[in-house]
């Protein structure tokens, strides 16, 4: 009759920890599916409507609505101009170094 | 500025074209807005738009400006390409810049570049000429949101593209490409910021002149052929 009832509780608590088990197992399924399909419904690109405007900035332009008049000549210009800009900046970089590198 | 004027050869035009009319891939006004960036120039915002779309014909314009840096540039380009037995063919392109009151038309010795991988090579066709370069599928995720992708990779004249194609997408969707190589203008990504819609074409090839000698100058200066 000891034996009995022995075998009984180990085999209640066995049975009842292997359910706990399988409930954690289940909870822990519940939030992996819960994740994927978080992940899945965030997936896709954005779209926008231009509304038949150009994708050119706006602040780019003036008030009246036309770009300020200067002509690919004076483009390149600038684009030089700001190459010199850029040497001037390296030259200043390499002086304030040997500056810094003699302790002055 | 100047160094992006080779990229812009790029044209992100992926097809199923097969025995499809073009009106039936194409709408007018769909496209995409890419984020450029690069170690060696400013960053830039890169828009591809479907200008016009008609059975067999496709005018592409792009847009560039630097979103960043002193002096804001915006430039644009339109290509027209037109179905033929196979890919397409490139026909005509014209450039304009903000300053300019009407668009100019490039000669054919600008419509190609060879300081990068030529467009033909893998940026104009169908997904079917591009398997070879197939590399795997990834999730990315890029400033316009999180998707599947296709990642293929070229190579070609010192210079290694991996570009980025959404799965399912239709016509195929460039949401990444890494470009990079030996020389400074073959280091930049891009990335999709948005898809886009109902974008309004700027260039009217109608009304194009012949290439001026300053805009001819310009382009010199940056060897496309």
Same mark, same amino acid.
Request: no cysteine.
């Given at each position: ?6 075998? @009984? ?14 409930? =954690? ?10 994740? @994927?399909?978080?992940?899945? =419904? =965030? +997936? ?38 700001? +190459?010199?800009?850029? +040497? ?5 970089? =390499? ?8 302790? @002055? | ?45 890169? *828009? ?43 026909? !005509? ?18 419509? !190609?570049?060879?300081? *990068? ?31 599947? !992708? ?15 194609? !959404? ?59």
């Amino acid at each position: 009759m000891k034996l009995i009832i022995v075998f @009984l509780v180990l085999n209640f608590s066995v049975y009842s920890q292997s359910n706990e088990e399988l409930m =954690k197992k289940l909870e822990s399924l519940q939030q992996r599916i819960d994740h @994927l399909e978080g992940k899945k =419904k =965030k +997936k896709g690109l954005k779209t926008t409507d231009f509304g038949g405007k150009s994708t050119s900035n706006p602040t780019m332009q003036n008030s009246s609505g036309k770009a300020p008049a200067a002509t690919p000549e004076q483009m390149k210009q600038i684009m030089d101009a700001l +190459k010199k800009g850029d +040497k001037y900046i390296k030259d200043r970089d =390499k002086l304030l170094k040997e500056l810094d590198e003699e302790g @002055l | 500025m100047k160094k992006v004027y080779s990229l812009l050869f790029f044209v992100f035009l992926f097809s199923s074209l097969n025995a499809q009319e073009l009106s039936t891939i194409y709408k007018e006004g769909n496209g995409h807005i890419y984020k450029m960036t690069s170690p060696h120039f400013t960053e830039n915002q890169v *828009s591809i738009y479907n200008a016009k779309v008609e059975k067999n014909k496709l005018w592409i314009e792009i847009y560039i400006e630097n979103t960043t840096g002193f002096i804001k540039l915006g430039m644009w380009q339109q290509f027209e390409f037109e179905k033929g037995k196979g890919a397409l063919s490139l026909n !005509a392109g014209y450039i304009k810049t903000k300053e300019m009151d009407v668009s100019e038309k490039l000669p054919k010795s600008h419509l !190609a570049g060879s300081r *990068s991988l030529k467009m033909t090579q893998f940026l104009v066709g169908s997904e079917e000429d591009i398997k070879k370069y197939y590399k795997g599928t990834e999730e990315v995720t890029v400033p316009a949101g999180t998707v599947d !992708a296709k990642r293929y990779q070229v190579k070609g004249d010192g210079q290694t593209i991996d570009f980025w194609l !959404a799965v399912d997408s239709k016509p195929l969707t460039m949401v990444k490409l890494v470009s990079q190589g030996k020389k400074k203008v073959h280091a930049y990504t891009m990335e999709l910021v948005t898809l886009a819609t109902n974008i309004g074409a700027v260039i009217d090839p109608k009304k194009a002149k012949p290439l001026s000698e300053s805009m001819r100058k310009m382009l010199e200066e940056t060897p496309l052929n």
